[in-house]
């Protein structure tokens, strides 16, 4: 029995001679891997399809004894061409992959986060990212992924106001300046920054100035390796991708 699901490419690795193990968010399947036998050999039925952050027409057959599915042939919807016209772009993808390799549990159905995902590598296959819509789409993952930051008051006193605050990273929100204990991980940011992150959080827009940008971009860092125990890896541009 074959299965047609729209997905998307996250990693591959080549095995044996001539195969591939593919892992890929499927619409409706969430993370999977399967093997692509003789694409790296024959162009046939997989073409330039495989690449990271292709959005494809996947054709697949489960396999009952095996968590491993069999990947029969692939179309490309979305080329990643587009993408790799700028290290801009490219960075912002290859993020977007290693968030979904990292908060994506196996065979669980996420269409919701797969639109996400989708728009935004379209989004990035067609112009340059501001720091606005790499924050944004950052945020909007979190939160779907169940790790949304909390912004609206200080998680430890309720207090709305404040010039200063800080990130902390164990609450997962903002704290004002008053609760912040020393020996707190955290990150500080200005009021302005924290407006910009909050309405960014909320889907409305927000133009940053760069050194708030830099600052949210950093929180999100930071807040993300605390999350998974270490930092995210940039594959393709340490694999000269
Ligand atoms: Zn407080």
């Known amino acids: ?30 993370r999977l891997s399967g093997m692509a036998k003789s694409a790296r050999v024959s162009q046939r039925r997989f073409g330039g399809s495989l690449e990271l952050g292709s959005i494809v027409d996947l054709r697949y057959v489960p ?12 179309i490309i919807s979305t080329p990643t061409v587009g993408v790799m016209l700028s290290l801009d772009r490219i960075k912002a993808m290859s993020r977007a992959i290693e968030l979904a390799l ?15 995902m989708e728009d935004y590598i379209t989004f990035l296959s067609r112009q340059e990212p501001d720091v606005s819509s790499i924050i944004a789409f950052e945020l909007k993952w979190l939160s779907l992924v169940g ?8 998680m430890t006193c309720g207090g ?4 200063v605050w800080s990130f902390s990273m164990d609450h997962g929100g903002v704290i004002c300046k008053k609760c912040v204990r020393p020996s ?5 940011l200005r009021d302005q920054a924290l407006e ?38 940039c594959r393709m541009i340490s694999e000269g991708w």
């Open 1 to 30: 029995m074959h299965i047609t699901t729209r997905a998307i490419i996250l990693k591959k690795i080549p095995y044996g001679e001539n195969d591939l193990v593919v892992t890929f968010f499927g619409r409706e399947e969430g």
């Open 147 to 154: 790790y949304g930051p909390s912004l609206e008051r200080c």
């Open 63 to 74: 396999r009952a004894a095996s968590n491993m599915v069999r990947l029969e042939d692939a």
């Open 184 to 188: 707190a991980r955290r990150m500080d």
């Open 102 to 116: 990292a908060f994506l549990p196996e065979r669980q159905s996420a269409p919701e986060k797969f639109d996400l």
């Open 196 to 233: 910009g992150m909050r309405r960014l959080s909320s889907g409305d827009g927000a133009l940053l100035n760069e050194s708030d940008g830099r600052t949210i971009q950093g929180i999100l860092a930071g807040y993300v390796q605390h999350l998974l125990g270490r930092p995210l890896p």
């Open 160 to 163: 709305e106001a404040g010039t």
